[in-house]
């Protein structure tokens, strides 16, 4: 578990894997926190790692792959899932029957939490045109490996470690499932250090992806997420503009004249017209 100032959450989240039955060891590794991380996950029963300074999460991760041993499958968890951590015994179980090679968790975002997409997107499109995979949450933290599959790769540095992961997996030929499982947690919201954070992703993100596919290559699918994702920000207000025209169509179609009474009426004004000749020629 990478944790870097997340003594607030750590301790509940610490407490709740070592409910799980099939966890046997809780390694926490302390990314340089400037708060009391460490202590937090020593006090809830956790083996602790504690980095010298702050060095991403790939690394927090590969530290901890380091001082684990050799176990036969990994759960790599966020620190601040709390007490919904309790529910990781789904996600390793197929991991464990060697159903699958690596799960992936998919949760739902809580409402009104999160940025726009853009790097979410992004890793969709690269996973998509690299490897024909669909996920639903491409960039989820909350994954199973197993043991001999970790340590054999070289992880991608920060938050590029979960894209790097899903490459190199499928590169070797190794399963993936992807599960719903009821993990929560709190995400960065729409402000200037959210969006600061994102930006930190997004750039990570991308640097694993170069890294193992070309920069050419992920320079145009940057380009064509970009692209993807400002073209459907503008469908809402194109489809409403394309309902109001229908619907003026519509309107301007319904409006019709009564044809056979327009008609009537252009007949009786010609012949009171031609009747009020006759009386003048007449007279």
Request: glycine share 10%; net charge positive.
């Amino acid at each position: 578990m990478p944790a870097y100032d997340r003594a607030d959450t750590v301790g509940a989240t610490v407490t709740a894997l070592r409910t799980v039955p099939d966890v046997l060891d809780v390694i926490v590794v302390d990314d340089g926190s400037s708060d009391r991380t460490a202590a937090a996950a020593a006090a809830a029963g956790a083996r602790v790692i504690e980095l010298a300074r702050n060095r991403g999460k790939g690394a927090a991760i590969a530290a901890g792959v380091a001082a684990s041993g050799a176990p036969d499958a990994y759960l790599l968890i966020d620190a601040d899932l709390g007490r919904t951590a309790a529910l990781a015994g789904e996600l390793l179980q197929p991991v464990a029957l060697g159903t699958a090679d690596m799960t992936i968790a998919a949760l739902d975002s809580p409402p009104g939490g999160g940025g726009f997409g853009f790097v979410k997107g992004f890793a969709e499109r690269v996973l998509r045109a690299e490897t024909g995979l669909t996920l639903a949450e491409p960039l989820s933290g909350q994954r199973a490996l197993r043991g001999p599959l970790l340590r054999s790769m070289e992880l991608a540095d920060g938050f590029g470690l979960d894209i790097g992961l899903t490459l190199d997996v499928v590169s070797r030929g190794a399963s993936i499932s992807e599960i719903e499982v009821g993990f929560s947690h709190r995400p960065s919201g729409r402000d200037l250090s959210g969006f600061a954070h994102r930006a930190r992703i997004g750039r990570h993100v991308y640097r694993a992806a170069a890294s193992r596919i070309g920069g050419p290559k992920t320079i145009y699918l940057l380009i064509a997420s970009l692209v993807s994702r400002a073209l459907s920000s503008r469908r809402p207000a194109s489809r409403k503009r394309g309902r109001d025209v229908h619907a003026a169509l519509r309107r301007l179609r319904s409006w019709r004249p009564s044809w056979p009474q327009w008609r009537l009426g252009l007949l009786q004004r010609l012949r009171s017209r031609l009747k009020s000749r006759r009386r003048r020629t007449s007279s």
